[in-house]
């Protein structure tokens, strides 16, 4: 690792101030970063340490409406017992990240700002229509995920929160990399108010997307029959040596088949 | 450089470290602590699990600065003296290990995945839990019969506890 300065903010105003100084990034948990910094991938030169600002902690329930901190862990999301019972999908989708050590550190807003193409909370916020909130405006997750590794965040910007409504059906399935664990495939289905929606990651060349194939498929029936013979196009899919593209397209079908029956039961 | 100070196992420490120290770089270089091993250094392995904070995470992805205020234990501080923690002793009675290397991160693992279970552990939720952690002697089986076993005997033994305090 090349040498780094490290700040601890004590504040979202004072991490704001500080990532200002020379080619700094926000450290969250450290899980991409660090590793990412071990192999030299990244060399910031400063790093501002948002992990113990207590006002990004924490999941709020109220009603239909979710927030959840950016400094949560996905340890403390897949535990919260309120969002089990708001949105038990998502809490479900935080317990399959990563392990149980890298749950501990990792937090959501660290996810999201990153936006791996295999991440799974990506697919879950364009599923249910999140807003992104961070330090200066809130940003709908449809315009926040914009490419491989791309967001919508500007130099310096602070991802604070994320908040959804809580939808009346949910369910992720995930087609995991037996060695690294990330999503060969992953689908996030939701049946809301403003219809059904189906966002899939790990699979699109340019990271997340929603798969108009499926939810056209599910906007008469949201039963897992309803996707029988539906094919999913290859195009502008993956392809790498952990799948072709036609292999991730014929998985996209089956994934949310399991996700609209697991959202069903 | 930063001042780096905390608690390891009961003793507070400090001690002065580049930013860009590693926490597993800190117990070992800077303590002599050298039961944390390095395996992988790509944050797969587990091999340098140590609880931060009362939660078991990886070492290696994590700076010693980053760890700075916080409760460190690590394998050198399981056991009571010259009585093994019990899931040292299992880990001894059940030969859950053959090089040894995996061992500390396998036995801080389970610790941490044991107090998250109060009600027990069954082999497939123990093997799930396992995930972060790679014995490259695969010898898994054994591991997962120590981590149950240490499991029901800890278990049988908060029930004594209480019992007393009743």
């Known amino acids: 690792m090349y040498s780094v300065n490290y700040h601890r903010a004590a504040s979202v105003a004072d991490a704001a101030k ?71 999908a998502f809490a479900h989708l935080a317990s399959l990240i990563g392990d149980p050590a890298v749950r501990y550190k990792g937090t959501i807003g660290g996810s999201v700002a990153n936006n791996d193409p295999a991440a799974d909370y990506p697919a879950a916020l364009l599923a249910l229509g999140a807003t ?102 290859a195009k502008n899919l993956m392809t790498d040596l952990h799948a072709s593209a036609d292999y991730r397209a014929s998985l996209i079908a089956v994934m949310a088949k399991r996700a609209v029956a697991a959202a069903n039961a | 450089m930063s001042d780096v100070s905390f608690v390891v196992n009961g003793k507070r420490v400090s001690g002065a470290a580049e930013d860009r120290t590693l926490l597993v770089h800190f117990l070992r270089e800077n303590l002599g602590l050298t039961g944390t091993h390095v395996g992988c250094d790509t944050s797969q392995c587990g091999a340098c699990v140590v609880h931060v904070d009362g939660k078991a995470v990886k070492s290696c992805s994590m700076l010693a600065v980053q760890a700075s205020g916080s409760t460190v234990v690590t394998i050198e501080g399981l056991a009571n003296g010259a009585d093994l923690h019990p899931v040292q002793a299992a880990f001894k009675e059940h030969h859950g290990l053959q090089c040894g290397f995996c061992t500390p991160g396998m036995i801080m693992t389970a610790t941490d995945m044991i107090a998250r279970h109060p009600e027990g552990l069954d082999e497939a939720t123990v093997r799930t839990e396992l995930e972060g952690n790679i014995c490259r002697c695969t010898g898994y089986h054994n591991i997962v019969k120590a981590i149950l076993a240490a499991s029901k005997t800890m278990a049988k033994a908060s029930k004594g506890r209480a019992k007393q305090a009743a």
């Open chain 1, 18 to 88: 500080l990532v200002k100084s020379g080619d700094a990034k926000l450290l969250s948990g450290g899980m991409t970063l660090i590793p990412a910094m071990k192999t030299r991938l990244a060399a910031p030169s400063d790093l501002v340490d948002l992990s113990r600002i207590k006002e990004l902690q924490g999941v709020k329930v109220s009603g239909k409406t979710v927030t959840i901190g950016a400094a949560t862990t996905h340890y403390d999301v897949a535990n919260d017992e309120k969002l089990r019972k708001a949105c038990p």
């Open chain 1, 132 to 233: 992104i909130v961070t330090n200066k405006r809130q940003i709908s997750a449809a315009k926040f995920f914009t490419g491989l590794f791309e967001t919508a965040l500007k130099d310096g910007e602070i991802i604070t929160a994320v908040s959804f409504t809580a939808p009346a059906k949910a369910a992720y399935e995930k087609f995991r990399n037996p060695a690294s664990r990330y999503a060969i495939v992953g689908v996030f289905v939701a049946k809301g108010k403003d219809g059904v929606s189906v966002a899939v990651t790990g699979a699109g060349d340019d990271g997340v997307f929603r798969s108009k194939e499926i939810e056209a498929a599910l906007a008469k029936n949201f039963a897992a029959s309803a996707l029988d013979g539906v094919k999913v196009s």
